[in-house]
């Protein structure tokens, strides 16, 4: 059983970045996809971002190419989400997600287990 610990979230102003952290055990992490995902109050929750379980595949919303990265740390269990040049439209709970295979997750219903999430608030 995988756990997922995201970390990183906080209150910015517009035009400025935050790097999030999701810090996974267990033995699946370095052969399974990884995404970021979002839920805004009364929104669903929406894939941000995703990888593969190598590292060398990438996805992205449209809402946040060229502002996010994704990349992931296989020897060290953890995934991140550098986010720069934040909106206020970027404010969420931020949650990271395992995959079901080595192809990164993108939508909901590809992902196995959640973390808890971490709240970001960028303020205009």
């Known amino acids: 059983q995988v756990q997922l610990v995201e970390s990183g979230g906080g209150f910015v102003q517009a035009g400025g970045s935050l790097k999030l952290s999701c810090a996974a055990s267990?033995?699946?992490?370095?052969?399974?996809?990884m995404g970021w995902f979002r839920q805004a109050p009364g929104k669903e929750r929406e894939f941000v971002a995703g990888?593969?379980?190598?590292?060398?595949?990438?996805n992205y919303a449209d809402s946040v190419k060229g502002r996010f990265t994704i990349s992931r740390d296989n020897a060290k269990n953890t995934l991140y989400l550098q986010m720069t040049s934040l909106k206020p439209e970027d404010t969420a709970v931020y949650y990271c997600?395992?995959?079901?295979?080595?192809?990164?997750?993108?939508?909901?219903?590809?992902?196995?287990?959640w973390g808890q999430g971490t709240q970001v608030t960028v303020s205009s």
């Open positions: 267990g033995r699946t992490f370095s052969i399974t996809g």
């Open positions: 990888i593969s379980a190598s590292g060398i595949s990438t």
């Open positions: 997600g395992l995959g079901r295979s080595v192809r990164a997750p993108t939508t909901t219903d590809s992902v196995h287990s």
